[in-house]
């Protein structure tokens, strides 16, 4: 018995299943080679724009993503699969993790405008969610912060933009705020002259903005100098550190007290 097809067969079911699957193949491939183009395009234009690299390639991989997928509809649909059951069962999928996600979706866009609008950027010492310290590194959910302990702290994005963010690296300059108290009875103008002249033999203090040397308070236990001198921000710390224990020693060769908080209670003896 000869084997043979029957050409009628051929024409019916399978030259067009061919054409099918060919045409299928083709746009699969295409479709693949133009969605790498306009990705690159994509990157490329995001760069020129100053945009960060590690959000660009976060957009360019969904667009990558989205791109691919409309391929494979395309080319399912020319098979003559029905594709809008599958539509709609991606886009409940997509509901759902959506849904699931909703924080880490938070924290997304919270770190898209972290990183284009650089409130802070590496190497920034900042305080915010409740912590401070030298930003290391700034990802699409979440930062990596170092503390000044040497601990690193890592703080979903929506937690920072959430909330108010103080960038003390921001600014080139900051001023130092420090208030030493002495005794009614020492001499007021001979502890400010002391403190000047400390800040005049300290080259880090800048010129302009001038210091600022001042009585502040008349305190219950004490009289109040406040003291402002302006510093680069980097020598923020140790000027602060260095002029309290100059301050202290200077006062204590001169003569001049630090009083703590005291209370004087005088008692009267009634005449019985």
Same mark, same amino acid.
């Given at each position: 018995?000869?084997?043979?097809?029957?050409?009628? =067969?051929?024409?019916?079911?399978? *030259?067009?299943?061919?054409?099918?699957?060919?045409? &299928?193949? /083709?746009?699969? #491939? $295409?479709? !693949?080679?133009?969605?790498?183009?306009?990705?690159?395009?994509?990157?490329?234009?995001?760069?020129?724009?100053?945009?960060?690299?590690?959000?660009?390639?976060?957009?360019?991989?969904?667009?990558?993503?989205?791109?691919?997928?409309?391929?494979?509809?395309?080319?399912?649909?020319?098979?003559?699969?029905?594709?809008?059951?599958?539509?709609?069962?991606?886009?409940?999928?997509? =509901?759902?993790?959506?849904?699931? *996600?909703?924080?880490?979706?938070?924290?997304?866009? &919270?770190? /898209?405008?972290? #990183? $284009?609008? !650089?409130?802070?950027?590496?190497?920034?010492?900042?305080?915010?969610?409740?912590?401070?310290?030298?930003?290391?590194?700034?990802?699409?959910?979440?930062?990596?912060?170092?503390?000044?302990?040497?601990?690193?702290?890592?703080?979903?994005?929506?937690?920072?933009?959430?909330?108010?963010?103080?960038?003390?690296?921001?600014?080139?300059?900051?001023?130092?705020?420090?208030?030493?108290?002495?005794?009614?009875?020492?001499?007021?103008?001979?502890?400010?002259?002391?403190?000047?002249?400390?800040?005049?033999?300290?080259? !880090?203090?800048?010129?302009?903005?001038?210091?600022?040397?001042?009585?502040?308070?008349?305190?219950?236990?004490?009289?109040?100098?406040?003291?402002?001198?302006?510093?680069?921000?980097?020598?923020?710390?140790?000027?602060?550190?260095?002029?309290?224990?100059?301050?202290?020693?200077?006062?204590?060769?001169?003569?001049?007290?630090?009083?703590?908080?005291?209370?004087?209670?005088?008692?009267?003896?009634?005449?019985?």
């Amino acid at each position: 018995m000869q084997d043979f097809i029957d050409p009628s =067969l051929v024409d019916l079911y399978v *030259l067009p299943w061919a054409i099918r699957l060919a045409m &299928a193949l /083709v746009i699969f #491939i $295409v479709g !693949r080679m133009v969605v790498r183009v306009i990705c690159s395009v994509a990157r490329k234009a995001m760069l020129k724009s100053n945009l960060d690299s590690m959000l660009a390639d976060f957009l360019v991989t969904i667009l990558n993503t989205l791109l691919l997928l409309v391929v494979v509809i395309a080319a399912l649909n020319q098979l003559g699969v029905d594709t809008t059951s599958m539509i709609a069962l991606i886009g409940a999928a997509g =509901l759902a993790v959506g849904l699931a *996600l909703q924080g880490t979706l938070a924290n997304f866009a &919270a770190g /898209v405008m972290l #990183i $284009v609008f !650089r409130p802070f950027v590496n190497g920034n010492f900042i305080e915010a969610a409740g912590c401070s310290g030298v930003v290391e590194k700034i990802t699409i959910f979440s930062t990596f912060i170092k503390t000044t302990d040497n601990k690193q702290v890592i703080v979903p994005n929506g937690a920072i933009y959430g909330g108010t963010i103080t960038n003390f690296s921001a600014k080139e300059t900051r001023r130092v705020d420090l208030v030493f108290g002495i005794g009614y009875g020492d001499d007021l103008l001979k502890a400010k002259q002391i403190i000047e002249q400390i800040i005049s033999e300290d080259s !880090r203090i800048l010129a302009d903005p001038a210091p600022a040397v001042v009585l502040g308070e008349l305190a219950d236990s004490s009289v109040n100098i406040n003291v402002r001198p302006w510093v680069k921000s980097d020598d923020y710390w140790p000027v602060r550190a260095d002029m309290l224990e100059r301050v202290k020693l200077a006062f204590d060769d001169q003569g001049v007290s630090i009083p703590y908080p005291q209370m004087d209670v005088h008692l009267n003896k009634s005449a019985d």
